[in-house]
């Protein structure tokens, strides 16, 4: 029979998750929902230590294990990325917003896994023992490209002289961009055509660092919901990064084949999950919260009882555990999928377009559920309702997944199915 128990090794570290969730982001969340633009202090400064200690025993094992501290070649399921995912689950269950504040590459760090070289990869994402934790972000959606981003204007042109990419566009809606760029150390992944005449053929990849000459961040949204979490407009104006920045193959003559656009589909194969997992944490806060909210004025479920039997609010209650339940299922799917190396693109957006509606559904019904205080700052569920709309809306939209999920099932082409 297959268990979905988590190891026990797995289930240790989602004990100090929710220590964490509890003890630094919810007594602090009403704070950064009101301050927007605020850096979550106790929170990042927790997970700065958490991260450095958890990396730096990782380095020392590599060490112990192949002398040089890089990492050894995998065999066998990549486990590491179920412990991730169930991380992302009980850190969004604390605050989504400030789970994005974590100071690590997240959404930079998985556009790196999915196209870099192994020596890219230990140039851009080793750490610790060497380093300190990072922020990453990555910069693909533009004013004329968001749902249908391969639409993107921005150019990367190679100047033959200095050997350096020379990046010209504006990218907005970037998740860590001030962070990263800004405030640390960081990275962004940067897509840009090399040759507009190529379409997705000419798309690539382009690691951008902290003090690159021409890079700004123009503009810094104030939003509805994970108001705590940075998102910023980027303007790029003959920025100039290195020639071996550019992330897989340098040859630009590959750019025929969509072989660098694939790259941006294998960054939300695994960015997907992860959002879907957020999706669900802030799902299974409101839902536990309607539930003690409930059950202190008597109002429990009897799983015993006969539909018929059952008033509206214990029908309710079933509805949003079962669609909790199931997309935290479909979610576990893509990412165990990916742990054993198979393709999980249909479960993944399976995932993320179920993963946000259930949240988006499950919160609405929170705030209704628990009367006129679900609708004030009393409780944190109108807060939980704003953050869960996210999850409809970027790493493709709700719309947007489902086409993918549509074309995969029914074998259309993206130009059969629109
Ligand atoms: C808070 C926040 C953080 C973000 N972070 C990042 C980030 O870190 N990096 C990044 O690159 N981007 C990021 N984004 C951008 C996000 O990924 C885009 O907003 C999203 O992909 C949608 O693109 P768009 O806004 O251009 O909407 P559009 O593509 O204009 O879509 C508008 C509406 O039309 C629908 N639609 C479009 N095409 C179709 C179709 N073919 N069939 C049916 N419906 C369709 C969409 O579903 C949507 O409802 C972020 C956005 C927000 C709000």
Request: hydrophobic letters at 40%.
């Amino acid at each position: 029979m297959i268990s979905f128990e988590m190891p026990e090794r797995i289930k240790n570290e989602l004990q100090m998750a929710e220590m964490v969730a509890r003890q630094v982001m919810r007594p602090n969340s009403r704070k950064y929902d009101v301050h927007e633009h605020e850096r979550p202090v106790e929170y990042i400064n927790v997970m700065w230590q958490v991260l450095r200690e958890q990396n730096r025993r990782r380095f020392e094992k590599q060490m112990q294990q192949n002398g040089n501290g890089d990492r050894p070649q995998r065999e066998g399921p990549n486990w590491s990325i179920v412990r991730l995912i169930a991380m992302v689950e009980m850190l969004s269950w604390g605050d989504a917003g400030m789970y994005l504040c974590t100071p690590d590459p997240l959404l930079g760090g998985a556009a790196i896994e999915a196209v870099a070289t192994p020596e890219q990869k230990v140039r851009f994402l080793k750490k610790f023992g060497e380093g300190e934790p990072k922020w990453g972000a990555m910069a693909i959606t533009e004013p004329g490209a968001g749902s249908d981003n391969s639409a993107m204007r921005t150019t990367a042109v190679l100047d033959e002289e200095t050997n350096e990419w020379v990046i010209n566009g504006e990218k907005i809606f970037i998740t860590n961009g001030k962070l990263a760029l800004e405030e640390s150390d960081g990275v962004c992944v940067v897509w840009a055509t090399v040759d507009p005449q190529a379409g997705r053929g000419g798309i690539k990849s382009f690691v951008v660092e902290r003090g690159t000459p021409g890079v700004s961040i123009a503009k810094q949204e104030h939003k509805l919901g994970i108001r705590v979490s940075d998102t910023v407009s980027l303007a790029f104006e003959n920025a100039r990064v290195p020639y071996d920045n550019i992330l897989g193959s340098p040859e630009v003559q590959e750019e025929k084949t969509t072989k660098g656009f694939k790259g941006a589909m294998k960054t939300f194969d695994a960015s997907r999950p992860a959002v879907a997992a957020s999706a669900v944490g802030v799902a299974r806060a409101a839902l536990e919260l309607a539930q003690e909210k409930l059950a202190d004025e008597g109002v429990t479920v009897d799983y015993t009882k006969a539909a018929h039997e059952m008033s509206a609010v214990e029908r309710d209650l079933i509805e949003m555990e079962a669609r909790q339940k199931a997309a935290w299922l479909l979610t576990l799917k893509s990412v165990v999928e990916m742990a054993h190396g198979q393709s999980n693109r249909l479960s993944a957006s399976m995932a993320k377009a179920r993963a946000g509606e259930t949240a988006t559904y499950v919160t609405q019904k929170a705030v209704e559920l628990l009367g006129p205080l679900g609708y004030t700052h009393e409780f944190l569920a109108e807060k939980w309702m704003r953050d869960a709309k996210i999850n409809d809306i970027y790493e493709g939209t709700k719309q947007i997944n489902q086409l993918i999920v549509a074309r995969s099932i029914l074998g259309y082409t993206r130009r059969e199915l629109k």
